[in-house]
């Protein structure tokens, strides 16, 4: 129906003897929500840190947009327009809310060493572009303005998870990644969290790329689901094929399987 | 999951968040009233005196610490060899600035906008101002590639390259008068190459050794402009990439910032001022010799910053000028009797090194984050709170 | 703060050339240094007589740096923290073992037996006294820091560092001081293919030996050894395990305070001066031993150190010993950028 936006085919990784992720292949739709389940261990964020460049694949081939971003530099593969949360927020501790928004744009930004020592005129202008876009997208994300100057670490665990996500929404990114956004959250916000991601994807035409563990939500929100085990894609497809599949319900089996709704 | 988990309420600080403890105009009235008292108190010292020569050393120690201030304070790169820049930033005061190069010119001498008496002696004379710029140009680069084996290492390894790298300079500088090099030698050793010339700036009276308060002058100036950068760096792009790159180095590389650009301009900077400030102090002592240089050096620089605060500008300021006063000031004039009027046998310049080092243990156990903390950093280092563990993996239910 | 690996996308004939070099580059830069001198060896004498020397004295010189490593690679296997001041237990191990030396009234003149007894009982006090002063540096400043970032008990290890070489520096003035030469330390005992192998290296080997020997089956097979293995890879696990975190933590810098006071030992004897800066030097050079064989690994430290002492030994032979600690710090350097993970430590992996 749309482009695909990201395809990953064979992609496989291993730490010596250990095989993290074994021969997954998997694609993005633009203008998609897809999710990835499976139980601890089975490789979601393995399988997201190859794609963000954080580690390399040892098998395998990874192109968004056409382009073949397998063992891109982190900070290149950014650029091109992935932007991530972290399953452990990591958020920059010693930097204001409004701070580390605007870290989210150093790719989108051109002022250099000099520029920023002699301020000139078109680099106060990005700064204050850069603050205003930053300032916009914590409120996007439901932070309040008075709440933008505090210390990232004095902010309540929501607002932490928030700002992370607006944090990797200001640099106008076509596929977002997020790892396990809902956890420790409480219902209301993970619903709001889910409408969140509608938005993103209706308003924004963004793509999402979703780990979780919350099955509500998956269930809830995704187009497409793919469920990982011991590295390996053991099932994929719409939510209500997933949920059926006895393969899936085995892998879970006695963690998720009595707490599903149905 | 199905039971409801109440999000957990990270507890507020008691700082004011965000912001310093005081209101910005009292700040800025302050940053005024300090920069108005180093204009105008030496000008009620005595210009050849004791007191004058530590100001002096003490402006040229703030270049410096604010230097590695930005190297450590605020990409948070442990840099152990930081003297490798003030020998850098010496030498090439001394190359182009003295009768080191004795054959240059076909023994004439190169000149270029000196003045009496430099002018018309033999060796290379180049002008102060342009021997800064290509002070600044020496380290910058040097500062780079010193940077460059460090780019993948953890933080405690690329404190053992760097001091690796300051030792191995040194021990160059020392060993310099055996290693020949088109026609001269590379250095000269711990003899040193002197005299120097003295700073030779258009329209003011030829500086001497005598009078010392325009050299403090020189140095103050140097002082303001570095810290004009400094300022204007922090609150910048570049400024914002360097304390995500010391916080969190994965999640920066992920947010888009290009890690080994953004390190290698850390070090440059940073080194570029030690340059300027090793040039200054070259001209001012007179003389480049190798025994300036040692690893001492770069903790007497390292400990400027840690004691003012790392990463907190006005905090390495303060901690320079303390620092340099107790070095130079307290221990060799003021409290050199102590240990004879109470019936010791030594006098305290023999306890320096004990004394410093004992200032450094106290300074870590009880106040880590330095005299003026980086607004920030009060947090961090007192807190037990990690870069990318800690509070944010406890709140995981 | 786990390292980060950022791939970088190159040509595969680069990374190839990267891979050969991470693999080989350091033996072929170890290798390069002794194999020119030997060269020129056979060339200029038609023997290899003087490389010969360089390496037996390389050995014994390397045995000293080769204990102190140990210590290094031993706290840095089990707390993560590079102990800036063990080069200065080192000296200190020196410098007890020289007053015990006067205490004992040991001269050159002393007979075989009362020698030997007397050496062992300097050898026993030397290593308790470096052994509590390590233990004592931990609990007064490293432990209260553990939960800081890393900067902080790096620079109380180089503040205390500072105070050491002072208390040095009090103790014996600033210039080297000799001391007796106790067992006749350039006496030959016997020679192989014209190499002279003279007391002070049959000291080295076998104090160190058995040391070492010691060391590794108590590690390997004791109980405590094996809360500090535990505790070295999972600490959080060790403690769940019932293991007293704390007092093995102790006990690692126990031993290595006392392996570096017994290197202080035979360094007194073997090179017959002292010197209150002395451990500076010493303890980069066992530091770069440590990394160079692979930091955690005590083969590894014992192997380092054998081979830096070899690699000093030429160079303070034939380039000159002010151009010594240049060349071992050159190499550090070199091992840093192509084999952090030293010679038998895993292939550096990226992260995770």
Redesign the interface.
């Known amino acids: 129906m749309t482009d695909v936006l990201l395809d990953a085919s064979g992609v496989t990784k291993r ?2 003897g250990l095989t ?1 992720v074994d021969d997954v292949s998997f694609s993005i739709p633009e203008r998609s929500i897809v999710s990835i389940i499976g139980p601890n261990g089975a490789g979601k964020t ?1 399988f997201f ?1 190859i794609l963000t ?4 694949p040892t098998l395998g081939r990874i192109s968004f947009q056409g382009r073949n971003i397998t ?4 900070d290149k593969i950014m650029k091109l327009g992935i932007a991530r949360t972290f399953q452990n927020i990591r958020l920059f501790g010693t930097m204001s809310a409004l701070e580390n928004v605007m870290i989210g744009q150093h790719s989108r930004m051109s002022a250099g060493l000099f520029g920023s020592i002699l301020r000139t005129p078109p680099v106060r202008k990005e700064e204050r572009r850069v603050r205003e876009h930053a300032a916009e997208a914590l409120e996007y994300v439901g932070i309040r303005k008075r709440v933008h100057d505090q210390l990232a670490i004095n902010l309540s665990y929501g607002d932490q998870r928030r700002v992370e996500i607006a944090r990797a929404l200001s640099s106008d990114p076509k596929l977002l990644l997020l790892d396990e956004p809902t956890a420790g959250m409480n219902p209301q916000e993970s619903d709001e969290l889910t409408a969140l991601m509608q938005r993103l994807r209706d308003d924004r035409g963004l793509a999402i790329l979703l780990i979780e563990h919350d099955m509500k939500v998956i269930m809830g929100v995704s187009e497409h689901i793919t469920v990982l085990d011991h590295g390996e894609k053991i099932a994929e497809g719409g939510p209500e094929e997933v949920r059926a599949n006895p393969q899936v319900v085995e892998a879970y089996l006695g963690k998720q399987a009595s707490q599903e709704t149905p | 999951m199905g039971a409801a988990a109440p999000v957990a309420e990270t507890p507020k600080a008691e700082l004011p968040p965000g912001a310093s403890r005081l209101p910005k105009g009292a700040r800025m009235g302050l940053t005024v009233a300090a920069c108005a008292a180093a204009i105008i108190v030496p000008l009620f010292f005595d210009s050849g005196g004791n007191v004058m020569n530590n100001f002096v050393l003490a402006a040229a120690y703030v270049v410096m610490a604010l230097g590695l201030n930005i190297i450590v304070g605020f990409a948070g790169l ?1 840099d152990l060899g930081y003297v490798a820049f003030f020998a850098i930033g010496a030498y090439t005061m001394g190359y182009f600035g003295s009768g080191f190069h004795a054959n240059a010119g076909n023994g004439d001498g190169i000149h270029i906008l000196v003045t009496e008496p430099a002018s018309n002696l033999p060796g290379i004379h180049v002008n102060f101002l342009i021997i800064c710029l290509l002070a600044i140009a020496a380290t910058t680069v040097a500062g780079m590639l010193i940077g460059l ?2 780019l ?6 690329i ?3 760097t ?3 300051g ?2 300079i040194g ?2 500088a ?2 310099g008068d055996e290693i020949h090099f088109l026609d001269t030698k590379l250095t000269n050793g711990r003899q040193g190459i002197t005299p120097v010339d003295k700073i030779d700036l258009p329209g003011v009276d030829r500086f001497t050794s005598l009078e010392l308060r325009p050299w403090f002058y020189v140095a103050l100036a140097l002082v303001f402009i570095v810290l004009f950068v400094n300022f204007r760096l922090r609150d910048s792009r570049l400024g914002r990439a360097w304390i995500a790159l010391r916080e ?3 999640a920066a ?1 992920s947010m888009g910032i290009p ?1 080994v650009k953004t390190k290698l301009l850390a070090y440059g900077t940073g080194a570029a001022f030690g340059g300027v400030s090793g040039a200054f102090l070259a001209s001012y002592l007179n003389t480049v010799n190798a025994d300036q240089f040692q ?2 050096f770069s ?1 007497f620089v ?1 400990a400027m910053v ?1 004691l003012g605060g ?1 990463g907190s500008i006005w905090g390495v300021v303060v901690g320079a000028i303390v620092l340099s006063a107790i070095n130079n000031y307290l221990i060799p004039d003021v409290f050199n009797s102590l240990p004879s009027d109470i019936g010791l046998d ?1 006098d305290l310049t ?2 320096s ?2 004394i ?6 106290i ?3 009880i106040r ?1 984050e330095g005299l003026i903390p980086e607004r920030r950093r009060k947090m ?2 007192v807190e ?1 709170v ?3 563990e800690g509070v944010f993996e406890a709140r995981m239910p | ?9 190159q040509p595969s004939a680069i990374r190839a050339v990267r891979a050969f070099l991470s693999r080989y580059g350091l033996i072929i830069a170890l290798v390069a240094l002794p194999a020119y001198y030997a060269v020129s060896d056979l060339v200029e004498d038609g023997n290899l007589t003087r490389i010969g020397d360089n390496l037996v004295d390389g050995l014994s010189n390397g045995s000293i740096w080769a204990l102190v490593a140990i210590g290094y690679t031993l706290v840095y296997g089990i707390i ?3 102990n800036f001041a063990h080069g200065e237990v080192f000296m200190i191990g020196s410098f007890v073992s020289a007053g015990l030396f006067g205490t004992l009234g040991l001269t050159a003149a002393t007979g075989t037996g009362g020698l030997i007894l007397g050496l062992l009982v300097t050898m026993v006090v030397a290593m308790i006294a470096c052994g509590t002063l390590n233990v004592l540096m931990e609990k ?2 490293y432990r ?2 553990r ?10 290890a ?10 040095g ?2 103790w014996r003035g600033g210039s080297p001081q000799s001391i007796d030469d106790l067992i006749n330390s350039q006496h030959e005992v016997f020679s192989i293919f014209g190499v002279s192998i003279t007391n002070g290296d049959l000291l080295a080997v076998l104090v160190t030996f058995p040391l070492v020997l010691l060391m590794t089956q108590f590690i390997a097979h004791s109980r405590l050894g094996k809360a500090m293995r535990a505790t070295a890879q999972e600490p959080d696990a060790a403690r769940l395990m019932g293991i007293n975190v704390d007092t093995t933590i102790s006990l690692t810098f126990l031993l290595g305070g006392m392996l570096a006071g017994a290197g202080g030992l035979i360094y007194a004897l073997f090179q017959t001066t002292i010197w209150y800066f002395q451990g ?1 030097t010493a303890g ?1 050079i066992a ?1 770069t031993a440590a ?1 160079m064989g692979g930091i955690g690994n005590i083969r590894g430290a014992v192997l380092g150190g054998l081979i830096i002492g070899f690699i000093q030994q030429i160079s303070d032979n034939r380039i ?1 010993t ?2 010594t ?2 060349i071992v ?2 190499y ?2 070199l091992i ?2 192509f084999r ?1 993970s030293g010679l038998l430590g895993e292939e550096t ?4």
Not at chain 3, 158 to 167: T, Y
Not at chain 3, 349 to 352: I, L
Request: hydrophobic fraction near 55%; charge should be negative; charged fraction near 15%.
């Open positions: 730490f010596g993290a393995t840190n460049g954080l580690y390399k063992s891109g530099r982190p | 442990l084996p460090t993948r290492l953890r933080g405690d390894y404190a053992i390259v001091l690796a790298f030792e191995i021990r160059i020392i060993n969190d180095e994965v590389a890690l690893f001492s903790i390292l840690i790392l030594f023999e306890l090194f004990g410093f080092g004992f200032l450094l243990v300074m870590m156990i880590p961090e280092l037990d990690g870069s990318d | 703060m786990t390292a980060a690996s950022l791939p970088a996308t993560e923290l590079i007064v400043a209260p820091l939960s800081a970032p890393k900067l902080a008990p790096l620079i109380t180089v503040g205390f560092s500072f105070i050491l070489q002072n208390v520096l009090l500076f980069l530091f990394v000159g002010e151009w600690p240049a710090f050159a550090l350097v840093m950028v952090p992996r990226e992260a995770g």
